[in-house]
């Protein structure tokens, strides 16, 4: 089993719905939760950071972990054309070494 | 956050050859960074970890002797491919965290082309 699982779509969503993206996890260790937006041949940039299960928002992005189910989740509200981009879980433990999720391609369709 | 820069973005260079590529950070002393390979529609695949006046650690599967990575100074840390092969085309890119943050800021990447 992989220690991080994210299906990586594609997902197409109409400009203004909601998109959900979702990751789940094997190793109890990682206690630090990442998303990070990846456009085109370009390099990931981090979107959502968090370290306690609960909800994190940030404007349109809301960030959900729940630690007891191994799962974590990025909802964006409201969606553009902007937003459309590969979106990449990662989650590490006490060191620095990240793992990282398939990523996620989203397309909001104008 | 952060921010890194990588060069070139953009290589493409005959099978046999070396290629080198840097990232910097431009904004605050990088004691460690990570470099990364990504092949289309695949995620990031960690390659090595790099620490700043000490050798690079390697990840399982990824051979020392083929990708040299020097980190020379708080600012720059350099990965080389030596005697590249088609096979090695792919988008490679490092990051690193910001002083005293735990999380991690990526650059622009590089692209390699072998033929």
């Known amino acids: 089993q992989k220690e991080v699982e994210q299906d990586p779509g594609p997902l197409s969503v109409p400009e203004g719905a909601i998109v959900s993206l979702n990751c789940t996890y094997s190793?109890?260790?990682?206690?630090?939760f990442m998303w990070y937006r990846q456009y085109s041949r370009k390099g990931p940039e981090l979107l959502m950071y968090?370290?306690?299960?609960g909800n994190k928002e940030d404007g349109r992005f809301t960030a959900q972990v729940d630690k007891s189910s191994k799962y974590i989740s990025l909802f964006i509200r409201d969606s553009q054309p902007s937003d459309s981009a590969t979106y990449l879980c990662a989650m590490r433990s006490g060191n620095n070494r990240l793992a990282f999720g398939k990523g996620n391609q989203v397309v909001v369709i104008p | 956050g952060a921010v890194v820069s990588q060069h070139p973005s953009r290589v493409i260079c005959k099978s046999g050859t070396s290629v080198k590529i840097e990232c910097r950070s431009l904004?605050?002393?990088?004691?460690?960074m990570f470099w990364y390979r990504q092949f289309p529609k695949q995620s990031l695949m960690l390659m090595a970890t790099s620490n700043e006046g000490s050798k690079a650690t390697y990840e399982q599967g990824v051979e020392k002797d083929k990708f040299l990575i020097n980190h020379a100074s708080l600012t720059l840390s350099t990965l080389t491919v030596t005697s590249a092969h088609p096979e090695d085309s792919s988008f490679y890119i490092c990051?690193?965290?910001?002083?005293?943050?735990?999380?991690?800021?990526f650059g622009p990447g590089t692209r390699l082309t072998v033929l």
């Open positions: 190793n109890s260790a990682f206690q630090y």
């Open positions: 904004d605050f002393q990088a004691t460690t």
């Open positions: 990051s690193t965290n910001s002083g005293g943050t735990d999380t991690q800021y």
């Open positions: 968090t370290y306690s299960s």
